[in-house]
């Protein structure tokens, strides 16, 4: 069964808001990606954040990490057309090894 | 940056026959390398995780004998759709590992059967 679950599953904005995506997962992890993918296209890796981190930022991203409630967001900041994509998390999984398991994902929609 | 690539990156085939899909890592070697299909509008779906010189590990539900996946060498892995039905039409994606911490995908491949 999938991992991580994304929340919501659909998201709607106008050009220059803020876009805020949650992640929960069942089992422990080692750490947590976000991934964003174009409509029939390859993934993009956005961003890694380890279990012992709580924030991390990259350009207009801004990702958190509860380990105590198991959960993730993913802030995308002055959000642009451009921005428009489905948005996954993924994790390591409880299996030891080295394996992703994604989320279902959040499709975003940037109306300009 | 580290590139993957996929060919082909379409495929239309007729029910029954195989279809083989590469995967390879141009710029770094993939001890590591796994296939994910994704259905449309859904997450993508682990199927295999492959390791160069040795046999995939497939997850359940996931046939071996229908997703045959060799990774004969450090740069590149193929998964071969066994008499194909119109079910396995998907998006297949593979990625490749340099490290523990490191995935890079590939840009995809869209199996049609008729």
């Known amino acids: 069964s999938q991992q991580g679950e994304e929340d919501p599953q659909a998201l709607s904005i106008q050009e220059g808001e803020n876009a805020t995506m949650n992640c929960s997962y069942k089992?422990?992890?080692?750490?947590l990606q976000w991934y964003r993918q174009n409509s029939g296209r390859g993934l993009v890796h956005l961003i890694l954040i380890r279990s012992n981190e709580r924030e991390k930022h990259s350009g207009r991203l801004r990702v958190t990490l509860d380990t105590s409630k198991k959960s993730s967001s993913l802030l995308i900041t002055a959000s642009r057309a451009a921005d428009t994509a489905s948005y996954f998390c993924a994790t390591d999984g409880d299996t030891g090894g080295f394996k992703t398991i994604f989320g279902a994902g959040t499709r975003l929609f940037v109306k300009a | 940056g580290a590139v993957v690539s996929q060919h082909p990156s379409r495929v239309i085939c007729k029910s029954g026959t195989s279809v083989k899909i590469e995967c390879r890592s141009l710029d770094f070697q993939a001890t590591t390398m796994f296939w994910y299909r994704q259905f449309p509008k859904q997450s993508l779906m682990l199927m295999a995780t492959s390791n160069e010189g040795s046999k995939a590990t497939y997850e359940q539900g996931v046939e071996k004998d229908k997703f045959l996946i060799n990774h004969a060498s450090l740069t590149l892995s193929t998964l071969t759709v066994t008499s194909a039905h119109p079910e396995d039409s998907s998006f297949y994606i593979c990625?490749?590992?340099?490290?523990?911490?490191?995935?890079?995908f590939g840009p995809g491949t869209r199996l049609t059967v008729l």
């Open positions: 089992t422990s992890i080692n750490n």
């Open positions: 990625s490749a590992s340099p490290n523990t911490d490191t995935q890079y």
